[in-house]
């Protein structure tokens, strides 16, 4: 970019964290459940994303078969190498960066 770096951080905000298990009605209770799906949210974000036009791109709360089978796949499509850390629990889910 000739205005210098672009880093973009966003929060993907995972699976695990909408779970019923974790009180997802009490914390989302004002948005429809349809939204909250992964297969309607990580194509959004995905896009989203790409629309910034980063250099550098940090991913929080991302979990890891979305890293791997989107995330993954499609960056590198679009010239990005990508690094995935899961967090040091039985969580699936992590950070990226590309």
């Known amino acids: ?3 210098g770096l672009r880093v ?11 779970s019923p298990e974790v009180e997802r009605r009490a914390k989302y209770a004002d948005c429809d459940v349809a939204f909250l799906a992964r297969t309607r949210r990580v ?10 036009d ?5 991913l929080q709360e991302v979990d890891a078969t979305v890293y791997e089978q989107l ?9 990005f190498s990508g690094f995935y850390s899961n967090k040091a629990t039985s969580q699936l889910e992590g950070c990226a960066m590309f």
Request: charged share 10%; glycine share 2%; hydrophobic share 50%.
């Open 1 to 3: 970019h000739p205005e």
């Open 8 to 18: 973009l951080s966003y929060n993907l905000m995972a699976d695990i964290h909408l």
């Open 43 to 52: 194509p959004l974000l995905l896009y989203e994303i790409l629309q910034h």
């Open 54 to 58: 980063a250099d550098i791109i940090c």
């Open 71 to 79: 995330l993954s796949p499609a960056l590198l499509a679009h010239g």
